[in-house]
């Protein structure tokens, strides 16, 4: 049972491992005469699994303070929002914005509201975004889903007038009424599709629709823009509907992400776009590096001095947390940015001291005469409360400073919830690494 255990955690830290390799590190070396020269890349995943396509490349996604990005302003027409409703509509703007980027990957991207005069505006900022027009599509515009139907009037012009303009009368059935859209294939031909699953209420609209308009043509629209028109043969009662034409499967993803998207409560035209590069240049993102693995060396330097053999061992544990920590960022991916980079940091400095606090108290008990081997299980044992404490306080701090559920009285800007991120997650690996894996190696290595 110990070899297949110790076959299994090699194999574990062999992946980690890979997935930590930086992109295209070149080898080369000698083989008696012949010279032997390859790259090697981080683990990549493409393959299928019982029908369903998986893509998955793991590598260190950088935020627009470390890579640059895109810079965009949008302004928004107030004009028809009510006083007292004017900064929910902002703040639903700015959440629907956000969202949608995330939806085509571009992770912890800064979008917020501006006050200019009299005027409010959206500022958007990508990371790793270069082509600025390829960024405005990113952001798309208000993405409005309707369905139309013909009007009495529409049905008394002449019969020669294209279908597709006599398509005119709201149904009332819009992209709020959407509870979910997906990409789906037709049985029949093959053809990528969106599916749409309607809300409780847009279920009962959808009903009404096509009863009213069996064997005849109801036109969704993606603003303005007509992109369907199927013919309704039966009424449809269990509020799911399907989306079809000559979409290609890029197309009908992008159409799925407008609608799972929303539609913005308010109008917003584009007013400046540029592209901006780092914040932090070359220089002085390599002094950061350099400070952490200065800070770093010194941490290890003192653990081994004070601690001996198990200094030594609790280095190698921090390692180990090293590489699971970024494995971790690469496999979710998150986005780094330099606040994400001083989280980890501080739950480097966290995993420290859980080692500091079991080393005490075996020392403690060592001085009380107790065994070796009786020694360790006492002193993770008593020091297990003190970490324990001590890591969910953090992770509390942690998940109050990300605010996944955007509470208005607390942070909701990017950088902050990178910054709780990359903590969180550290703290996390350093409750793993410097309770279980600590102990493991001690008990493999060390030998009183």
């Known amino acids: 049972m110990k070899k297949i255990s110790t076959v299994l955690v090699g194999l574990a830290l062999f992946l980690i491992i890979w997935i930590d390799l930086p992109e295209n590190l070149p080898i080369n070396f000698k083989l008696g005469k012949n010279k032997v020269s390859f790259t090697i890349n981080p683990l990549s995943i493409d393959s299928s699994f019982l029908g369903l396509k998986i893509q998955k490349k793991f590598q260190t996604k950088l935020g627009l303070d470390l890579k640059g990005g895109s810079h965009l302003v949008f302004e928004t027409d107030t004009s028809k929002v009510k ?10 703007v700015r959440d629907v ?13 800064i979008v917020q509201t501006l006050k200019s005069g009299n005027k409010y505006r959206i500022i958007v900022d990508l990371p790793g975004i270069d082509n600025v027009v390829s960024a405005v599509n990113l952001i798309g515009q208000t993405a409005q889903l309707t369905f139309k139907e013909e009007s009495p009037a529409d049905n008394k012009e002449a019969t020669a007038t294209p279908i597709y303009y006599r398509l005119t009368k709201d149904t009332g059935l819009t992209g709020k009424h959407v509870k979910k859209s997906t990409v789906t294939f037709d049985s029949q031909t093959g053809k990528p599709q969106v599916a749409l699953k309607f809300t409780e209420e847009g279920a009962s609209i959808f009903s009404k629709v096509t009863e009213r308009n069996i064997n005849k043509p109801v036109a969704i629209y993606i603003d303005n823009f007509i992109v369907s028109a199927p013919t309704v043969q039966q009424i449809i009662n269990d509020g799911e509907a399907v989306i079809s034409g000559n979409f290609s499967v890029d197309e009908a993803k992008k159409l799925s992400v ?13 007013v400046e776009q540029r592209n901006v590069g780092p914040t932090l240049g070359s220089l002085e993102v390599r002094k950061s590096v350099y400070a952490g693995v200065i800070g770093l060396m010194m941490v290890l330097f003192f653990m081994i001095i004070y601690y001996g053999k198990l200094g030594a061992i609790a280095s190698m544990a921090l390692v180990i947390y090293g590489l699971i920590s970024l494995a971790i960022f690469r496999i979710i991916p998150v986005v780094m940015t330099l606040p994400g980079v001083a989280g980890f940091i501080l739950s480097i400095g966290m995993a420290v ?95 009183k």
């Open 97 to 109: 914005i956000e969202k949608r980027v995330n939806f085509f990957g571009v992770s912890e991207p």
């Open 83 to 92: 006083s007292e409703d004017l900064q929910d509509a902002l703040n639903s």
């Open 258 to 270: 407008s609608i799972n998207s929303g539609a913005l409560p308010l109008s917003i035209k584009l």
């Open 353 to 447: 001291d859980s080692n500091i606090l079991i080393f005490e108290r075996i020392k403690e008990e060592l001085r009380k005469g107790k065994e070796f081997n009786i020694a360790i299980k006492l002193g993770f044992g008593r020091a297990m409360d003190a970490i324990k404490d001590t890591n969910i306080t953090a992770l509390i701090v942690a998940f109050i400073l990300f605010n996944p559920l955007n509470w208005e009285f607390l942070p909701q800007f990017g950088m902050v919830r990178g910054f709780a991120l990359t903590w969180a997650i550290g703290v996390a690996t350093s409750l793993f690494t410097g309770i279980v894996i600590t102990r493991r190696l001690i008990d493999i290595l060390y030998k």
